[in-house]
């Protein structure tokens, strides 16, 4: 499976190469294809785009009909046209007053756009977090969420950038240039028209060449700065284990090498938009200048054009470059926008390594038995499992005990399909897990691990989290079975109280037992146990060993220990070692064997001894 993090190196290519693709991508996100009201307001702001191109031609035309009718000249007097001031204030009212100054039009279609742009953003970013959610497990532990999340928000962001700059910045301009091109060319002459043409291609050339070649500083400056914010935001998640080695100036020190290679970046990129806003400047200024001397020439010289004509042309050419002044910026924010959502694509296309067959069917329990038959998995081609077979009928309880990395925890996470298997098959209740749905599949079966991870929520919120249609009774009852009730009722807010990112404001053993508590009020037919006692004291961990008992009567079970005091009652107990069963029986009969079992046995009654001794 391709690495996410080998999608952020700097890419070589143009980011308008696979345009089609990315717009194909963004597709359905762009029309509101559920919601009538919205697309009828989507029509009405093309509208409103539409009318305001036409009121950028006849503003200039009614500045030079008003300068006419004050310029006197053999035929005509000066004359008081007040109707044509009326109507060139109404043009500017619905066009706008100036640089910062949006009229009528463009402040109705950016009120209007609103809710597209929230309809965009919010589509986009629930497709991404549902499709983060179906990615494999692999896949999140090899992920830095900091750089994630800096992902998401930059890439949801530049999509709606996008669509507000090419939709309303850059595409107005090119079709007021080709108007204006065209108007000059009817109404003075061809040479006009050429000079405005020859600027705008020259300023588009320049714009668009220099552009591509500072993109790689602008993918650059995004990769350092994707690599910075990952840096602190890991920090601060681990600062427990900072604080634990004193490594607090180690890890500012790191974030300030990142901030300082993000700076050197940032300051490249800076440097070369600047050039491009000083290529900009000459080649609208060179333009500006033929125009204006060819059109006072025809006013003074050859008497063709008015004074007026020398207003209109001015005032359009202004006009028109008062937008295409801003062109540069519209581009260079495209293509950082473009560049923004390279990352977000490759999110979007990371593929599923774990998905539903076509046919796949919902799970039919019988009872919940649990049958293994020659499986075999690895972790990036290094063997975890080989040919493991074992069966757990219904309402048994199966124990699996073994050193660290012998696959304990890999058999609980096969059962929930985390994973798809090299060879073999599971099955429960004689249906293989690979041909039904992961919906159906995980919702039958109960899991307690070893590392509980709460949600930065209420208590209550966490237990409940296991049935969230429960009633506040049973989140109680459930509360009791884990032997939490009690503890909870100490708190300040009770089962309103906040247990922190992560669930820190809560000891080891009170999450644990929060754990416990939700997968009680799930109540599944399969309970999975992974070290579910393992961060709780020995007097605790005898209470809610009989709540678990009493949980896992009549249910298939289970459990991952490393203490085999826990599953001396098991009905049958498997011993791995290096991904192979080495033992299996029950407590009584591997004693009996004096093998690896037994071993570890005798081992742990020497460590408790010693620790009474102590005591």
């Known amino acids: 499976m391709r690495h996410f993090e080998a999608n952020l190196t700097e890419p070589a290519k143009s980011t308008w190469s696979g345009l089609c693709g990315k717009a194909k991508i963004l597709a359905p996100f762009l029309w509101p294809k559920r919601d009538c009201l919205l697309q009828i307001t989507v029509v009405i702001c093309f509208l409103l785009l539409g009318a305001g191109r036409a009121i950028n031609l ?21 004359t008081f046209r007040w109707d044509l001031i009326l109507i060139y204030v109404g043009f500017k009212f619905l066009q706008g007053g100036g640089i910062g100054t949006m009229g009528l039009l463009n402040n109705l279609r950016v009120f209007l756009w609103i809710k597209i742009q929230q309809y965009t953003a919010r589509e986009v970013e629930v497709k991404l977090l549902g499709h983060l959610h179906s990615l494999s497990l692999r896949w999140h532990l090899n992920r830095k969420t900091g750089e994630v999340l800096r992902i998401m928000d930059r890439g949801t962001d530049s999509i709606n950038g996008l669509l507000n700059i090419f939709l309303f910045n850059i595409f107005p301009t090119i079709v007021d240039i080709i108007i204006a091109i065209s108007y000059f060319i009817i109404t003075f002459d061809v040479y006009f028209g050429i000079i405005v043409l020859t600027a705008m291609v020259f300023y588009i050339v320049t714009t668009v060449t220099v552009t591509e ?46 901030l300082l290679t993000f700076q050197k970046a940032q300051f490249n990129s800076t440097v070369t938009q600047n050039i491009l806003s000083i290529l900009q400047n000459v080649v609208i200024n060179a333009g500006l200048l033929v125009g204006s001397l060819l059109c006072v020439y025809k006013v003074v010289e050859t008497k063709e054009l ?134 159906s599949l995980r919702k039958a079966i109960g899991v307690v691990p070893q590392d509980t991870v709460l949600f930065n929520n209420t ?107 826990t599953i001396i009652h098991a009905d049958e107990i498997l011993v791995l070692k290096e991904g192979i069963i080495v033992e299996r029986g029950r407590h009584d009969y591997l004693l009996e064997q004096n093998g690896v079992y037994a071993a570890m046995w005798h081992q742990q009654l020497i460590s408790n001894n010693e620790s009474l001794e102590n005591t």
């Open 213 to 258: 070649w500072r993109t790689k500083y602008q993918r650059r400056m995004n990769l350092a700065d994707n690599k910075a914010k990952a840096r602190s935001v890991d920090s601060l998640l681990n600062f427990e284990t900072v604080k634990y080695y004193g490594n607090e100036n180690y890890e500012v020190d790191a974030f300030r090498e990142a």
């Open 306 to 439: 008015t004074v007026g004509d020398y207003v209109l042309f001015s005032s359009y050419i202004v006009q028109l470059y008062s937008p295409l002044n801003f062109f540069g910026m519209y581009y260079r924010t495209l293509q950082g926008n473009f560049v923004d959502m390279e990352n977000l694509f490759d999110l979007l296309k990371q593929e599923k390594e774990v998905v539903d067959k076509p046919e796949a069917a919902e799970l039919c329990l019988k009872g919940g038995s649990v049958k293994f038959e020659n499986v075999s998995f690895a972790y990036s081609s290094q063997p975890i499992l080989k040919n493991i077979s074992f069966h757990v009928p219904p309402g048994k309880t199966l124990a699996l005990v073994g050193p660290s990395g012998s696959g304990k925890s890999t058999i609980i996470r096969l059962i929930f399909r985390f994973y798809n298997i090299e060879s073999g098959s599971i099955q429960i209740d004689g249906q293989n897990i690979n041909v039904i749905t992961q919906e």
């Open 459 to 565: 208590i209550k919120y966490n237990i409940q989290y296991g049935r969230l249609d429960a009633q506040e009774t049973d989140v109680i009852e459930a509360a009791r079975g884990a032997d939490i009730h009690n503890k909870i009722l100490t708190f300040k807010d009770g089962y309103e109280t906040q247990v922190g990112e992560r669930g820190l404001r809560l000891s080891g053993g009170e999450k644990q037992r929060v754990a416990i508590a939700r997968t009680l009020l799930k109540s599944p037919q399969i309970v999975l146990l992974d070290e579910a006692t393992s961060a709780l004291d020995t007097q605790t961990e005898r209470n809610i060993q009989e709540s678990l008992n009493k949980m896992c009567s009549n249910r298939t079970t289970i459990i991952v220990a490393h203490r085999l005091s």
């Open 58 to 78: 006849f503003v200039p035309i009614y500045s030079k009909l008003i300068v006419d009718s004050l310029s006197p000249d053999g035929k005509n007097p000066a």
